[in-house]
C-alpha cells in the first residue's frame, strides 16, 4: 500500500475518509449484527440456559429488522461515519509517513513486514485516541434493542448520546474503554494495513498478477481474516465494556466473561465479523485505491 510520494498527507486523508465511509454504511448492518451477538449473555435457567435472542449473522440481522424495523440495522451510523473522518483518515493517511520515518533515509518500496506491522500499531493506535468517543457513541446505539411498551430510549440521537453521557457521566467517560479499544484497534490496524501491504506485493511478485481489482480484492479478504483472528478477543471486552458500564476494569470484564462464559465468549460473533471486516476492507481498499488515482 505504498503511496505515490506526490500524494499529500491531505490529498491521503481525504481519499481514507471517504473510503472508510463507504465501506462503513454499506456494511454496518453487519457490525450492529456482531455487537448484538458479543453482548450476547447466557443466563442460566435452572439447571439448563436460555434460549439466545440472537442466533448467526443472518439471524440476527432477522431478528433486528423483524422487532426494530430495517433501519435500526443502521443504528450508530452517523457516530459510525464520525469515527471513520477521524480514525480511517488518520490510521491511513499516517501508515505511509509513519513506515517512512522508521526506514528513515533507506526507504524504499521493499520495506520489511516487521517496519510495516510496527507503523499500522502506532497509527492504529494514534488515531483511536482521537477517534475514541466516536466508537462509544456508536457502540451505545447499537446496543440498544427493542424497547418495552412506554419506555424511553436512553438517546435520541447521536449528537445527544455526546452530551448525555458528558453530562451524566463527565467528559473522560468519553473515553471509555480506551485501554482495549487502543489495544483492539492498533493490532486490528496491524493485521489490516500490514497484511493488505504485504499480501498485496505478495500476490503482484507472482507472474500475471498486476495492480487491479482482483488483486485489490483477495489482498482486502485476506486482511480482513487476519484482522478478525487476531482481535476477536479484544473485540469482544472492548463492545462489553462500552455496551454495559457493569465492569470495572479491563481485567474485569475479561476475567468475568471468562469466568461466566468460558474462553469461546471471546469469539462469540466471529463470522459476522468475518463478514462485516472481511467485506468491509474489500470495499474500503477497492475505494482507496481507485480515489488514489486521481492524486497521482
Known amino acids: 500500500m505504498a503511496d505515490p510520494p506526490e500524494i499529500s498527507f491531505a490529498a491521503i486523508f481525504a481519499c481514507s475518509a471517504f473510503a472508510a465511509c463507504f465501506a462503513e454504511f454499506c456494511t454496518i448492518p ?31 440481522i432477522a431478528t433486528i429488522a423483524k422487532e426494530e424495523g430495517l433501519f435500526a440495522l443502521w443504528k450508530g451510523i452517523v457516530p459510525g461515519l464520525h469515527r471513520q473522518c477521524l ?40 488515531a483511536i485516541a482521537v477517534a475514541n468517543p466516536t466508537d462509544l457513541v456508536k457502540i451505545r446505539l447499537q446496543a440498544e434493542g427493542k424497547l418495552a411498551v412506554g419506555a424511553l430510549s436512553r438517546y435520541s440521537g447521536a449528537l445527544d448520546a455526546y452530551r448525555a453521557i458528558v453530562k451524566q457521566e463527565g467528559v473522560a467517560a468519553l473515553w471509555t474503554g480506551l485501554g482495549p479499544n487502543i489495544a483492539r484497534n492498533a493490532i486490528i490496524n496491524a493485521a489490516e494495513l500490514a497484511s493488505y501491504d504485504h499480501i498485496k506485493e505478495t500476490i503482484l511478485a507472482i507472474p500475471g498478477f498486476t495492480d487491479n481489482i482482483i488483486t485489490h ?68 481498499f477497492l475505494i482507496l485505491e481507485q480515489v488514489k488515482r486521481l492524486f497521482s
Open 30 to 60: 453487519l457490525d450492529t449484527a456482531k455487537v448484538r451477538l458479543q453482548l450476547q449473555k447466557r443466563v442460566p435457567l435452572g439447571d439448563s440456559e436460555s434460549t439466545p435472542k440472537y442466533k448467526g449473522l443472518l439471524g440476527t
Open 87 to 126: 480514525y480511517g483518515g488518520l490510521r491511513i493517511g499516517l501508515y505511509g509517513p509513519v513506515k517512512a520515518f522508521l526506514v528513515g533515509s533507506s526507504y524504499t518500496a521493499d520495506v520489511s513486514l516487521f517496519t510495516k506491522i510496527l507503523a499500522a500499531l502506532l497509527t492504529g493506535a494514534v
Open 217 to 284: 480484492i483477495l489482498a482486502g479478504l485476506g486482511a480482513g481474516f487476519f484482522a478478525v483472528c487476531i482481535g476477536s478477543p479484544i473485540d469482544v471486552v472492548k463492545s462489553r465494556m462500552m455496551g454495559d458500564s457493569v465492569y470495572k476494569s479491563t481485567i474485569d470484564c475479561f476475567f468475568r466473561t471468562l469466568k461466566s462464559e468460558g474462553i469461546f465468549a471471546f469469539y462469540k460473533g466471529f463470522f459476522p465479523n468475518f463478514g462485516r471486516l472481511g467485506s468491509w476492507n474489500v470495499i474500503m
